[in-house]
């Protein structure tokens, strides 16, 4: 039976997963805050439903079918966090929680109308790739921002919506999916990035600029 603890491991393992690398149950166990004996228990589960490939001492990863279902729970939250944004308002910090509440209850034919009323989107408010109805998803190449050199301008392309007061923050100063940043200088020794968004300069962390992805664009 998938249930909704199946569905978030699943969901969790997908976005752990680089390059299709195995993920670790140590990672698993830190992104979900469960014990090690949780996600031990849960992978045998997994196992057991024929929705991951498990070796031990080495990681697991989604089958097909394990990695069908993971984008179908991504597809259901990515819609939910735009709908709740363009159709109800909600600004962009509430509706990571919102659809997270919501994503393992509506129906296909719910999923369908969102999909519809929102002209069949690509990218979810804060940037990240909609799965399409067909299970297939585009991952962009990108990088994050702290790995932007100095003198370029870049264009932000996602957020982490994992953090609703780094989202207001970012919000504040104007940092958004398809704003053009120019990066100015790096600090030394792992200080701040110095940038500008419009005419206006900001100092920004790497607990900032590590949840920022975004495409080069070129010399500033």
């Known amino acids: 039976m998938i249930t909704q603890a199946v569905q978030d491991y699943l969901k969790i393992i997908y976005k752990l997963s680089t390059a299709n690398k195995p993920v670790s149950t140590n990672a698993i166990a830190d992104r979900l805050q469960v014990s ?5 228990s849960m992978i045998k589960k997994l196992s057991e439903l024929k929705l991951i490939e498990h070796k031990p001492y080495y990681g ?11 984008l179908e729970i991504i597809r259901h939250h990515r819609l939910l966090e735009l709908y709740l944004s363009e159709a109800l308002g909600f600004s962009w910090d509430r509706v990571h929680e919102e659809a997270e509440k919501l994503e393992h209850h509506i129906s296909e034919e719910f999923e369908e109308k969102m999909a519809e009323f929102l002209g069949h989107p690509a990218f979810d408010p804060h940037g990240a790739p909609i799965p399409r ?23 932000v392309r996602r957020v982490s919506d994992s953090d609703p007061e780094m989202l207001r923050y970012l919000g504040e100063i ?26 206006v300069d900001h100092h920004l962390g790497e607990g900032l600029t590590n949840n920022i992805w975004v495409a080069a664009e070129g010399p500033s």
Request: aromatic residues 4%; charged residues 30%; glycine residues 10%.
């Open 36 to 40: 090690q004996a949780s996600v031990t």
């Open 60 to 70: 697991v990863q989604l089958n097909s079918t394990g990695r069908k279902i993971a």
């Open 174 to 199: 104007g940092i958004y999916p398809e704003i053009e940043v120019e990066i100015l200088r790096r600090a030394p020794f792992g200080g701040a990035l110095h940038v500008r968004v419009g005419e």
């Open 133 to 155: 109805k067909d299970g297939t998803i585009e991952e962009e190449a990108l990088i994050v921002m702290t790995e932007a050199e100095a003198g370029e301008t870049v264009r």
